[in-house]
């Protein structure tokens, strides 16, 4: 083979991992999720679920540069009870969080529209210690990036 040939055939190669490079970061590692109990996600945190107002316990953590519909932007601490308080009540807890939103992203631009999703501990983890209530801004798009930059 002469010199330019090789020249031509590095180039290829150059251009096929850098399309796979791409490719990565931008289609399969924002994809790829972890599955956590919801009341368990902490600040920051971006789900890649559609829920409407309470979360399922196990919901789907992804890193937030990648596609996502909510982010967690506070966590209210629910008041510590031996029994478990029930669904409603830790609800009512939650709307706690309505007045944090613009404390986590005050430079959000007007404009989108979030809905507030709650996700708080079932009896099995309360049984366990756990007391968060996690406040979600939802968007009704998918997102790409945080809303609190």
Sequence with gaps: ???????????VVAGIGALAMIGWFY??????TTTVRADLLQLGDCVRTRESDVLQHGVKRVDCDGPHHGEVFAIVR????????????????????????FD?????????????????????????????????AMAKHERWGSIRS
């Excluded at 083979?1 to 180039?11: G, L, T």
Aim: proline share 11%; aromatic share 10%; glycine share 8%.
């Design 104 to 136: 986590y992203a005050p430079n959000i631009p007007e404009g989108p529209t979030f809905r507030l999703a709650i996700g708080y501990p079932s009896a099995q983890a309360w049984s366990e210690g756990s007391r968060s209530v996690v406040c979600v």
């Design 78 to 101: 629910a008041p510590d009870a031996q029994e478990y308080p029930g669904e409603e009540t830790l609800r009512r807890i939650g709307d706690q969080c309505s007045g944090k939103f």
């Design 27 to 32: 289609i399969v590692k924002p994809r790829m």
């Design 1 to 11: 083979m002469r010199p330019s040939h090789w020249v031509i055939v590095a180039v």
